[in-house]
């Protein structure tokens, strides 16, 4: 795992971005210290431990610019501009008279890059301030979080049930080898992690696994039983400050044509098959109560039935990819939860002609 950016690297981080004559300092900033605080947050918040981090040299890299790699692939290109400030508009709505509108790299934000004597102006306007050296660690504890499950090696796994053993020896000796492999309960947490499901309580997940694995064999089924074994620490997760569960639902008729509009084999998740339309439709329906529900200050997650939480899932990953999907099954029952809206399903021969042609 490394982060590539043409910089230099003394007792501080020095940056040179980009052409050697642009050169900046960033002052009394240790980004090595920074970036030990995001391995120590990722360990809290996820159970993973994040390999070192590489920062070396690219003088292929364009003015400004850094990459993060991860396994030697680049995954996520950004752009800092030493000696400015990173104004951060979450709403979208602000305008700075004179700055041309960035995307903010880590979660995709409307952002401004203003002059440092421009700060108390920006906050006025109550845009939230970072420096260089923080857009960049931002950056890379997101695409961290979004890749995890694809920094968990086998060998890591390896060593999580290594541990467990020394707490809980009997769980993982139920579990390994006789009715699963490490390699199965490396794609199984990979798939938690895919949801940022966090693996810290990996003793209730080894015994999800030990209960369910006689009976079921496939993984997607097997993440599910241990989402609804974790439920009540994935649902802690997204409560708002007040304590309650602000979430959008789907309409039974619409859950209804999810529903048949999905192909199983056996006891798989299996695949949706929707005319085209009516995904998009139902997801710029998703779209506007999201903007709908942060113009009230909530961060909604979908809800919906445990039979078609993972197709869900699946279905907005490329468009809302931050948003959780929980099952009815996963919230514990004090967890006060508030639907913001329902999204309808399409009505009469429109959408019998959308399922026919799905069929």
Request: proline share 6%; hydrophobic share 45%.
């Amino acid at each position: 795992f490394e982060i590539r950016i043409f910089s230099d690297i003394g007792c501080h981080f020095q940056v040179r971005i980009g052409r050697a004559q642009d050169y900046f300092i960033v002052p009394q900033i240790n980004v090595f210290q920074r970036i030990g605080n995001i391995r120590t947050q990722l360990v809290e918040e996820l159970g993973l431990i994040l390999p070192p981090v590489n920062i070396r040299d690219n003088v292929n890299l364009k003015n400004n610019n850094y990459a993060i790699k991860i396994r030697g692939l680049e995954v996520a290109p950004g752009q800092v501009k030493p000696g400015s400030l990173l104004a951060i508009d979450p709403s979208g709505e602000v305008k700075l008279d004179g700055y041309l509108p960035v995307k903010e790299p880590a979660f995709g934000f409307q952002a401004f890059w203003i002059p440092e004597n421009k700060r108390d102006i920006a906050e006025a306007k109550g845009l939230t301030i970072v420096d260089c050296a923080n857009v960049i660690t931002t950056h890379l504890m997101a695409i961290s979080k979004r890749h995890a499950a694809d920094i968990l090696t086998r060998q890591d796994t390896s060593v999580l049930l290594d541990n467990l053993k020394e707490t809980h020896p009997a769980v993982v000796q139920e579990l390994i080898p006789n009715k699963m492999t490490v390699g199965g309960v490396h794609r199984v947490l990979q798939g938690l992690l895919r949801e940022r499901v966090s693996i810290r309580d990996m003793a209730v997940i080894v015994e999800t696994l030990a209960d369910h694995t006689p009976k079921v064999q496939d993984v997607s089924l097997l993440v599910e039983q241990c989402r609804r074994a974790l439920g009540a620490h994935i649902t802690r997760d997204y409560l708002m400050s007040d304590g309650s569960l602000k979430a959008i639902g789907l309409h039974p008729d619409l859950e209804a044509m999810i529903r048949k509009g999905t192909h199983r084999e056996g006891a798989a998740i299996g695949n949706l098959s929707l005319h085209p339309v009516l995904v998009h439709d139902m997801l710029q329906k998703i779209g506007s109560a999201i903007t709908a529900a942060r113009a009230k200050a909530a961060e909604p997650v979908l809800l919906c039935s445990p039979v078609i939480r993972p197709l869900m899932r699946q279905l907005i990953a490329q468009s809302f990819r931050d948003m959780g999907v929980l099952s009815f099954t996963e919230v514990p029952d004090n967890v006060q939860v508030e639907i913001l809206g329902l999204i309808p399903a399409p009505q009469g021969a429109e959408a019998e002609a959308m399922m026919e042609s799905a069929a």
